[in-house]
C-alpha cells in the first residue's frame, strides 16, 4: 500500500463548480498534512496546511479525518486558474519534517 | 529573488557520463531537501540536510547517487554513471527549523534527461 494514495483524476468541471479531492495514508502516527499546488512543469507550491479541527482559506477548505486516516480538500467556485495538480502531503513521523507526497490530483476548470 | 534556486535548469547528457547538480536555500534555513519527480508521479523523497549533517537517505538513493552540504549553506548532487531511468526532474527544497509544520519552498528544479 502506498504511503499517500489519491485519485490521479483529471476532474474536468465547469468554472463555478464545486470540487472536493480526497486523500488517504497509511502511517497512523503521521502528524503534519499538507496540501500543495502544482502548475504544468514548475514546482509545488504549498496551498495549505491542514489541521485536525479543519481550517479554512477563502475558497478552500481542508479537513482531517485521523481515525478513517484521510484528508480531503473542497474548492468552492472553481475559477479557470485553480486548473492544476493538487498533491495530497503527510509529514513522516521521526522528525526531519520528511514529507511524502501522493501522486496528485489533476483539476481541469473549463469554461 | 530570495528563493530556493537551482542550477541548471536543463541538463542533457548521454548515458554513462557524470552530472552535478546545485541547490541554494533560502539563507535562513537550515534544513535542505532533495527530491525526484517523474511524469505522472508527486515528488519522490531522496535525501535531507540539517546544516552540514546528510541526516536521512531513501532506498531510492543509490551507491550511484550522492549528495552533499559542506558548509551548511548550497548542495549538490552527484549522479555518476547516469542511466535513461535517471531522467526526472530534481527539485530540491529547503526549510526553517519550526518543526513538522515548517512548510518546504521548492526550487524550479533541474530537468535531466538521459539520452
Known amino acids: 500500500r502506498k504511503e499517500v494514495e489519491q485519485d490521479p483524476g483529471p476532474f474536468n468541471v465547469p468554472e463555478g463548480a464545486t470540487v472536493a479531492f480526497n486523500c488517504t495514508y497509511s502511517n497512523s502516527a503521521s502528524q503534519s498534512f499538507f496540501w500543495y499546488r502544482q502548475d504544468c512543469r514548475k514546482e509545488p507550491k504549498l496551498l495549505m496546511s491542514?489541521?485536525?479541527s479543519g481550517n479554512e482559506d477563502g475558497r478552500f477548505t481542508a479537513q482531517l479525518n485521523r481515525a478513517s486516516q484521510y484528508i480531503s480538500l473542497l474548492i468552492r467556485d472553481s475559477k479557470l486558474s485553480d486548473s492544476a495538480t493538487y498533491l495530497c502531503?503527510?509529514?513522516?513521523?521521526?522528525?526531519?519534517?520528511?514529507?511524502?507526497f501522493g501522486t496528485g490530483t489533476q483539476l481541469k476548470v473549463e469554461l | 529573488d530570495t528563493g530556493v534556486s537551482q542550477d541548471p535548469r536543463h541538463k542533457i547528457t548521454k548515458r554513462g557520463q557524470n552530472v552535478t547538480f546545485r541547490c541554494d536555500p533560502i539563507s535562513e534555513h537550515n534544513r535542505l531537501y532533495w527530491y525526484r519527480q517523474t511524469l505522472g508521479q508527486g515528488p519522490e523523497f531522496l535525501t535531507y540536510?540539517?546544516?552540514?549533517?546528510?541526516?536521512?537517505k531513501s532506498r531510492l538513493l543509490s551507491d550511484r547517487f550522492s549528495a552533499e552540504r559542506p558548509k551548511g549553506s548550497f548542495s549538490t548532487l552527484e549522479i555518476q554513471r547516469t542511466e535513461q531511468g535517471d531522467s526526472a526532474m530534481y527539485l530540491c527544497?529547503?526549510?526553517?527549523?519550526?518543526?513538522?509544520?515548517?512548510?518546504?519552498?521548492f526550487g524550479n528544479g533541474t530537468r535531466l534527461t538521459v539520452t
Open positions: 502531503v503527510v509529514n513522516a513521523p521521526g522528525g526531519g519534517n520528511k514529507l511524502t
Open positions: 491542514v489541521y485536525s
Open positions: 527544497a529547503s526549510s526553517s527549523p519550526g518543526g513538522g509544520n515548517s512548510p518546504l519552498h
Open positions: 540536510f540539517q546544516n552540514e549533517a546528510q541526516l536521512e
